[in-house]
C-alpha cells in the first residue's frame, strides 16, 4: 500500500522567514494535495498537484511534485502567524484512476513566532 | 452552496452509548468519504460512497462501526457501543468523481467517549 512521510513533523520559525515541507511517497504520486488544518477544525484546501516538475503558486505559498513524481514540497515565503497549522499531504492511491479515496501523511504542525 | 456540512461539531458520550454522526456533501457531488483522524495524526481513510453504494470499507471500520448514504445525498456514520479509542475527530469529505476534482472536507465531529 502507499505511504506518505512528512517532514519535519513539528516546525517553529520566527515570522517572516522562509520555510519547506517535505512529502515523500512510497511509490508514484498520482494526485498530490496540500491541505492546512487548524486545531480542532477540518482540512482547508491549498493545492493539487499532478504532472511531473509541476509548480503551483497561490499568495506566498509554493508547491512543487518532483519529475520522478514521488516527492513534493511546500514552500513559505516570509511566513507569518496566519500561517500556523498543521499542513497535510494527501495522494490518490495508483489503483483509483478515476477520483479515489486520498490517503495522507502524518501532518507537519507549523508553528510561527512573532 | 455552503459546503460540507457536518452535525454535530462536538459530541460528549459515555462508553457503550451509540452515537451517529451526519454529514452534508456539496449538492452536486457523488463520492462521499468518512475519515478519523487522533492527535498528532494525518486523517484516516474509513469509507467511502459513490452515489448510494458503499464502494470500500477499510479494515479500521469494525463490526461496530457502520455507514450509509440512503439517497446518495446525506450520510451517516454510526458507532455502536462506543469505546475509548473511537475518541477522534471524525471528518467527511465529498468529491465528484472524476481524477483531480478535488476533494472538500468538513469541519468535522469530534468525539469524546468518557
Known amino acids: 500500500s502507499q505511504e506518505l512521510e512528512q517532514s519535519p513533523q513539528s516546525l517553529i520559525v520566527q515570522e517572516g522567514k522562509n520555510l519547506t515541507i517535505n512529502c515523500t511517497s512510497s511509490?508514484?504520486?498520482?494526485?498530490l494535495y496540500w491541505y492546512k488544518q487548524k486545531y480542532g477544525e477540518g482540512l482547508i484546501f491549498l493545492m493539487m498537484?499532478?504532472?511531473?516538475?509541476e509548480e503551483k503558486s497561490h499568495e506566498k505559498i509554493t508547491a512543487k511534485l518532483d519529475e520522478k513524481k514521488q516527492q513534493s514540497s511546500l514552500h513559505i515565503t516570509a511566513s507569518q502567524p496566519s500561517h500556523a497549522g498543521i499542513y497535510l499531504c494527501?495522494?490518490?492511491?495508483?489503483?483509483?484512476?478515476?477520483?479515489?479515496?486520498?490517503?495522507f501523511g502524518q501532518g507537519t504542525e507549523l508553528s510561527v513566532k512573532p | 452552496d455552503t459546503g460540507v456540512s457536518q452535525d454535530p461539531r462536538h459530541k460528549i458520550t459515555k462508553r457503550g452509548q451509540n452515537v451517529t454522526f451526519r454529514c452534508d456533501p456539496i449538492?452536486?457531488?457523488?463520492?462521499l468519504y468518512w475519515y478519523r483522524q487522533t492527535l498528532g495524526q494525518g486523517p484516516e481513510f474509513l469509507t467511502y460512497?459513490?452515489?448510494?453504494?458503499?464502494?470500500?470499507k477499510s479494515r479500521l471500520l469494525s463490526d461496530r462501526f457502520s455507514a450509509e448514504r440512503p439517497k446518495g445525498s446525506f450520510s451517516t456514520l454510526e458507532i455502536q457501543r462506543t469505546e475509548q479509542g473511537d475518541s477522534a475527530m471524525y471528518l467527511c469529505?465529498?468529491?465528484?468523481?472524476?481524477?483531480?476534482?478535488?476533494?472538500?472536507f468538513g469541519s468535522g465531529t469530534r468525539l469524546t467517549v468518557v
Open positions: 511509490k508514484t504520486l498520482y494526485g
Open positions: 498537484l499532478q504532472k511531473g516538475g
Open positions: 460512497f459513490q452515489n448510494e453504494a458503499q464502494l470500500e
Open positions: 469529505a465529498s468529491s465528484l468523481k472524476s481524477q483531480g476534482s478535488g476533494y472538500t
Open positions: 449538492s452536486e457531488h457523488n463520492r
Open positions: 494527501g495522494a490518490e492511491p495508483p489503483i483509483y484512476n478515476q477520483g479515489g479515496k486520498l490517503i
